[in-house]
DNA sequence: CTGAATCCACCAAGATACTG
DNA sequence: CAGTATCTTGGTGGATTCAG
């Protein structure tokens, strides 16, 4: 069992690694945070706009992840002391570049998860494998 | 507000596309899926075998977290009718591809994790976000 | 307009014990 | 060895209300 003969290049993946990806996931994996990172990625939005933009999401659920993201330095909040206020929130350099693995990730949906569905419909089906020669 | 102007080539993202990724995340971006992903990735490996790799996870755990990925095609489940019993599970061609976009995430996280622990830190002591020229 | 606060439902996940 | 069954708990997320 010497993974030395493995075919794929990209298996370096050990356990350190995998706590790092997972350690990212614990931030981004949620329901919203990606929403919100993919229309911010447009530009700089207000609350309301987000509001609307994200479509579904809670107040709560929106105030949240935007803490959340802002804490782990991924988007700027600016506050602008005008009445009635105006907050605007814009990805910082670092969240922008979260961009790149997001996409990667994208195109890896947008090409598998027929598949995906697929097999998972399958499944539901009592399993019906038996499509060997 | 036109988005003609944006100066991030990456910035392709839209509401559909996010909702692809948020759909992939949902499935692989519970707390143990991607861990399972990174072990087997070296090759098949038996029940007991991941049990150990994974280090932390439960047997409730990672049952259900193997049933989700053969759910989705992601791995093969080979039982071997043994005494004692034997069960190899193995990722799919299509779970090997699902490395790649891992890796993409796994090296944004090795970079980046730096810088957001840091903002984080920085969160956590009242924001002296105050580094402005 | 931009949140904060509160309450509540649901589910993920851990612990433990049991089975084939 | 490879799971399943049951119970319990903490956290996530939704709805609603209140506030600056």
Known sequence: MSDTHISVRQAETSHSECRAVADILARIGDKWTVMV??????????????????EGISQRMLTLTLKGLEQDGLLKRTVY???????????????????????????????????????RKKFAQNKPETGLS
């Open 37 to 54: 990172i993919g229309v911010l990625s447009h530009g700089p939005m207000r609350y309301n706009q987000l509001h609307r933009a994200v």
């Open 81 to 119: 002391p005008t009445v009635p206020p105006r907050v605007d929130y814009q990805l910082t350099e670092l969240g922008l570049t979260l961009i790149v693995p997001l996409q990667s990730l994208y195109e890896w949906a947008v090409e598998n998860r027929p598949a995906m569905q697929a097999a």
